[in-house]
């Protein structure tokens, strides 16, 4: 089956410092990625929609400046927690979108938590 | 936009019942309609599918059964072991949606030995 793997599994940093997490399909192509955030004991939430060579769409709320998307190729991802704070510790969570069927693969998480 | 409720939010059972967890969705261009069951600390693992054409998807001990008419859909496990003891979601999308998946607030089950 289509694997999403995400680097790092888990970050600790210091507030005001920016985090990069990794959103990699290892055997398909993905024109699509998703970021995800959930907190504990919730449900997952979409932050953005990230295309391949064009500019990611964010969910209403979510501060484009703060979470910067980037999705170079059609294998990766990226997202950066710029000047992160306490309350963006969070589980981050991306999916993958193959161009045919609409079965979106989803990464294992990463924990982000913020000092 | 989508709006998709999950009840119940916990679920205890005994270990070889059924559980039964029930969704509504209020978008009625929705087409496709996956759960997914979550570990802790990992990500959703895509369980079982159904798409609008179908009214009941079978894959061994789970099954998922779609009223299109009153926008439900149910996920039913039956012989239930405690491997199955997970936080499961339910979730709607559309291709006009451009893929975007709405979650539910997902069912806590618990399978008691």
């Known amino acids: 089956g289509a694997v999403v793997s995400q680097h790092p599994s888990r970050v600790i940093c210091k507030s005001g410092t920016s985090v990069k997490i990794e959103c990699r399909s290892l055997?398909?192509?993905?024109?699509?990625m998703f970021w995800y955030r959930q907190f504990p004991k919730q449900s997952l939430m979409l932050m953005a929609t990230?295309?391949?060579?064009?500019?990611?769409?964010?969910e209403q709320g979510v501060e484009k400046d703060k979470f910067l998307i980037n999705h170079a190729s059609l294998t990766l991802s990226t997202l950066t927690v710029a000047s992160a704070h306490p309350e963006d510790s969070s589980f981050y969570i991306c999916?993958?979108?193959?161009?045919?069927?609409?079965?979106?693969?989803f990464g294992p998480g990463t924990r982000l938590t913020v000092t | 936009g989508e709006n998709v409720e999950q009840h119940p939010s916990t679920l205890s059972v005994q270990e070889g019942d059924s559980a039964v967890i029930k969704c509504t969705y209020s978008?009625?261009?929705?087409?496709?309609f996956p759960w997914y069951k979550q570990e802790l600390g990992k990500g959703p693992q895509l369980i079982i599918d159904?798409?609008?054409?179908?009214g009941e998807k079978k894959d061994q001990r789970i099954a998922v059964t779609l009223n299109k008419t009153a926008k439900h859909f149910s996920l039913h496990i039956t012989e239930t072991q405690p491997e199955d003891s997970a936080v499961y979601f339910c979730?709607?999308?559309?291709?006009?949606?451009?893929?975007?998946?709405?979650f539910g607030s997902g069912t806590r089950l618990s399978i008691r030995p």
């Open positions: 990230s295309n391949e060579g064009s500019k990611a769409t964010y």
């Open positions: 159904i798409r609008s054409n179908v």
């Open positions: 999916s993958a979108l193959p161009g045919g069927p609409r079965e979106q693969y």
């Open positions: 055997d398909f192509q993905a024109t699509t």
């Open positions: 978008d009625s261009a929705s087409n496709y």
């Open positions: 979730a709607a999308t559309s291709y006009s949606s451009a893929s975007k998946i709405i």
